[in-house]
């Protein structure tokens, strides 16, 4: 029988009473994915990383997009701090390359293997739809991928054997190819090495590449989650992304068809963003894909937009007023939670105070003992 997850957020108070507030699902089975919205020091990070933290001590596996360093040692609550690190795996990319096989061609259950030909052009387009080349760069560049791929025993370090082969082919194009791609490819960001992934909090350092450059490389990383979950037969795992509005979620990048897919493959995600105004409405319905919102205290012109996601026309008003006046630690829920002993949920927008640190933290740790 699947196994019921349940994840601790807070109180919710209801008069003079008070209740612990919860969310469950079965792993593999239901959409468990976050979005956690709100302005910089009303709770959002502490939501996050208790999240993390108990879904890590429940045995999933959480892979850290640490593109501005916020999951960084000093940036995690205190109360929270030792049990993160001893749950967590810290890898800084700028220095160590990730180890991956990523870049081996996927064998399907039916004994054929993808063709090398194949992948290089799916990352080659993951890669120029960052960095743009001519047709005639961008087969180049495909085609030196290929080579890379067909031969990964003697290039384990990826990124430099591409920028050597392309310059190896010396053609006009692969020049050209080079020139442009070589500030990336310059770096060596992936190792082909075959890695035993385990539970707990993976956190990959993307701080100190340019934004263009961190793009990329999540991009990358997501579409490896996206591919190996799809095979099927992985356990239940999380992508957390704090600061997401600075990457792609529309329905062609792959946080999009984690958002829209992932349910179905036992992948879900976390995502945190100050800002939600900054992207369109197609991509707002996206982020309404998750199972579970969280509206911390919102910036005085994002409240319009927090509202739309939250209620219907009639209502807006209310929970604008509601929205303005959330305190330090206060957050509308939105979504199936549980509330003190309920065996259903409730699913309109509710009041969550998320700021009992202890209880949190006491939470989390409960389920390690478990």
């Excluded at 099927?232 to 068809?257: A, H």
């Amino acid at each position: 029988m699947p196994m019921l997850s349940e994840t601790y957020m807070g109180k919710y108070y209801e008069g003079d009473q008070v209740f612990s507030a919860w969310t469950r699902s079965i792993p593999g089975q239901d959409n468990d994915s976050y979005v956690i919205l709100g302005e910089s020091g009303y709770g959002k990070s502490v939501a996050a990383q208790s999240i993390m933290l108990q879904k890590a001590y429940q045995g999933h596996r959480i892979l850290d997009l640490n593109i501005h360093n916020t999951s960084s040692s000093e940036h995690i609550f205190p109360i929270l701090r030792k049990a993160f690190e001893q749950l967590s795996s810290r890898t800084d990319v700028y220095i160590t390359p990730i180890s991956t096989t990523l870049f081996n061609p996927l064998r399907y259950a039916d004994g054929t293997t993808e063709s090398s030909a194949d992948l290089s052009y799916t990352l080659s387009n993951i890669i120029t739809k960052y960095i743009k080349l001519s047709r005639t760069e961008t087969a180049a560049f495909s085609d030196s991928l290929e080579y890379v791929i067909s031969n990964l025993d003697d290039n384990p370090d990826i990124f430099p054997a591409i920028l050597k082969t392309l310059d190896e082919f010396d053609t006009k194009a692969s020049r050209s190819a080079s020139a442009h791609l070589a500030p990336l490819l310059r770096h060596n960001v992936f190792r082909n090495q075959p890695i035993k992934r385990h539970s707990g909090i993976e956190i990959i350092n993307l701080s100190k590449f340019p934004p263009l450059f961190q793009k990329v490389i999540a991009d990358l990383l997501l579409f490896d989650e996206f591919r190996t979950a799809s095979q099927g037969g992985q356990p239940p795992r999380y992508i957390y992304i704090d600061e997401m509005q600075n990457l792609s979620i529309d329905k062609d990048c792959y946080l999009g068809k984690i958002l829209t897919e992932g349910r179905k493959y036992s992948l879900n995600v976390i995502l945190a963003s100050q800002s939600i105004r900054e992207f369109n409405a197609s991509e707002r319905t996206m982020l309404c894909q998750a199972n579970h919102k969280l509206f911390f205290h919102p910036a005085l012109l994002e409240v319009k937009y927090y509202a739309e996601l939250l209620s219907s026309p009639q209502h807006r008003a209310e929970i604008s007023d509601l929205l303005r006046n959330l305190d330090v630690g206060q957050c509308v829920f939105q979504g199936p939670i549980y509330i003190g002993e309920d065996t259903k949920p409730t699913r309109a927008p509710i009041c969550v105070n998320v700021s009992h640190l202890e209880d949190i933290a006491s939470a989390s740790l409960s389920k390690s003992s478990t």
